[in-house]
Each structure stands twice: as structure tokens, then as C-alpha cells.
């Protein structure tokens, strides 16, 4: 981490598990150290750590946090018919958000790519497909002291073809003391709760989506809230926008 007058190395290791992903947060001469780890040399993820250190680099909180079966069994893939418990696949670390009050949320989210083949016989030429899914957005809640508070799936399933994944994915906000989430998804999910798993629908086609807003504080997730409408022709492009104020 660079400042002002010099560069510090940290070394982090954690006793019997493999860091997947790791990145560092600096906000109010705090610095969060928040990533996955693995209980094997898999590429899954079997829970959550965060660090606090205070600005002389000097540990505050440690707090290494593996899922519970049912929060395994609750970030498992929407409408999936395996009943098998097993750690979450493909998930990658995004960002630590931090608010006001030193609440800080470690947030990832599920992607993957897949290739699709077809070989169209009458003219012997095989055509390929890049399909980009993007899934659960995962929300790892810490108060100001570093104690892990409570794990949180927001359900979606995003599916398009050769785009990129350009309205997929999602984009976080704050306010004063909630974490805000904002995502396209298909006008078929309208009305459904924030945690209701057994029916979400896959948005396929950005043309009938509209702009959903999730709020998470202490109490839970909040039910979706609705920006736009499918008929308004608004969509929400997430790797190009981010928060101005609050």
C-alpha cells in the first residue's frame, strides 16, 4: 500500500485454507483487508475474511468466516434442482464498500463464460457463441469493528449472448447506513421478494428488462423497488456508472 512516505509489503496467510481473491479498501484512515478463501486448492469458495488495520499498518480484527450449510444451500445457483450441498463455484470478489458509521460490506458476485458450438451441415461451418452469466451478487456485512454480521444472496440471473455481459452485472451505492444495489432484470421477476429463489426468471434480453434498487441494512434485504419500467426503454449499463453523492 503506497503513501506518502513510503511502501508497505504485507504478507497474509491464513492457517490451512487458499486465498481466491483478495483486495484492499482505505476510507477513514481505515484500511480493510477482504477476500475468499477455500478449504482446498480448488478454485471454490468456502467463506470469507476480513482484516482491520489502522493506518500504521497494525492489525485491529481478524475475522475468518466459512458458510453455514444453509447459507451454502441459500447462494447456490436460482432454480437449481441439485439438493447437494457443495462450497460456491465461480464467484469473484468485487469491492469492499464502507459507510459512515465504519460498516463495511465485502461483495462478489457469480460469473462465468461458456462457448457454444453449432455446425451447420448444409455449408460445413461451425458457429460459436460467447454466452456471459452473471448471478447471486454475494454481500458479506461487517460492523466498524470487523465482526462479521451476516452473509447476504441477492438472487438474479443474468444470460446474454456475444455482448459482453454489457447490461449485466450490477452496480452498489450507500446511503447513511444502508448498502444499495441496482441491477437490470427481465419485467417476468416484477414484484418478486428480495430472497425469493424458487421462481426467478433468467433476463436474456436487455430490450424487456427494468432497473430493480435492493437496499440491505441490518434488518435484511429490503423487497425490489422498481426505477423504471419495461415500456420506458431505460436500461442501466453497470461498468459505466457509479455513485456521484448521497
Not at 444472496?153 to 444499495?180: H, R, W
Given at each position: 500500500q503506497q503513501t506518502d512516505a513510503h511502501l508497505k509489503e504485507i504478507e497474509l496467510q491464513l492457517k490451512d485454507k487458499w486465498i481466491r481473491n483478495c483486495t484492499v479498501h482505505w476510507e477513514n484512515n481505515q484500511i480493510v483487508l477482504g477476500g475468499y478463501f477455500s478449504n482446498t486448492n480448488a478454485f471454490d469458495v468456502d467463506g470469507v475474511f476480513a482484516i482491520l488495520l489502522d493506518e500504521n499498518f497494525s492489525i485491529q480484527s481478524a475475522s475468518i468466516d466459512a458458510f453455514s450449510a444453509d447459507e451454502l444451500r441459500s447462494l447456490q445457483i436460482p432454480n437449481s434442482k441439485s439438493k447437494e450441498i457443495v462450497p460456491l463455484k465461480d464467484y469473484n470478489l468485487n469491492q469492499i464498500v464502507m459507510l459512515d458509521s465504519g460498516q463495511f460490506a465485502v461483495i462478489g458476485e457469480q460469473f462465468y463464460k461458456q462457448m457454444h458450438a453449432n455446425y451447420d451441415s448444409?455449408?460445413?461451418?461451425?458457429?460459436?457463441?460467447?454466452?456471459?452469466?452473471?448471478?447471486?451478487?454475494?454481500?458479506?456485512?461487517?460492523?466498524?469493528?470487523?465482526?462479521?454480521?451476516?452473509?447476504?444472496?441477492?438472487?438474479?440471473?443474468?444470460?446474454?449472448?456475444?455482448?459482453?455481459?454489457?447490461?449485466?452485472?450490477?452496480?452498489?451505492?450507500?446511503?447513511?447506513?444502508?448498502?444499495?444495489?441496482?441491477?437490470?432484470?427481465?419485467?417476468?421477476?416484477?414484484?418478486?421478494?428480495?430472497?425469493?429463489?424458487?421462481?426467478?426468471?433468467?433476463?436474456?434480453?436487455?430490450?424487456?428488462?427494468?432497473?430493480?434498487?435492493?437496499?440491505?441494512?441490518?434488518?435484511?434485504?429490503?423487497?425490489?423497488?422498481?426505477?423504471?419500467?419495461?415500456?420506458?426503454?431505460?436500461?442501466?449499463?453497470?461498468?459505466?456508472?457509479?455513485?456521484?453523492?448521497?
Open positions: 448444409r455449408v460445413g461451418v461451425t458457429n460459436y457463441s460467447d454466452v456471459f452469466n452473471y448471478n447471486t451478487i454475494l454481500v458479506s456485512i461487517y460492523d466498524a469493528k470487523g465482526q462479521l454480521i451476516k452473509h447476504v444472496g441477492i438472487p438474479k440471473m443474468q444470460s446474454t449472448v456475444n455482448d459482453d455481459g454489457y447490461f449485466s452485472s450490477y452496480l452498489v451505492g450507500k446511503n447513511a447506513n444502508e448498502f444499495c444495489f441496482y441491477f437490470n432484470d427481465t419485467y417476468k421477476n416484477h414484484g418478486l421478494l428480495g430472497d425469493d429463489l424458487s421462481k426467478i426468471k433468467t433476463m436474456t434480453n436487455y430490450r424487456k428488462t427494468e432497473i430493480v434498487m435492493l437496499k440491505i441494512n441490518d434488518a435484511g434485504v429490503s423487497k425490489r423497488s422498481y426505477l423504471t419500467q419495461t415500456s420506458y426503454k431505460m436500461r442501466l449499463i453497470p461498468s459505466l456508472s457509479e455513485q456521484l453523492r448521497y
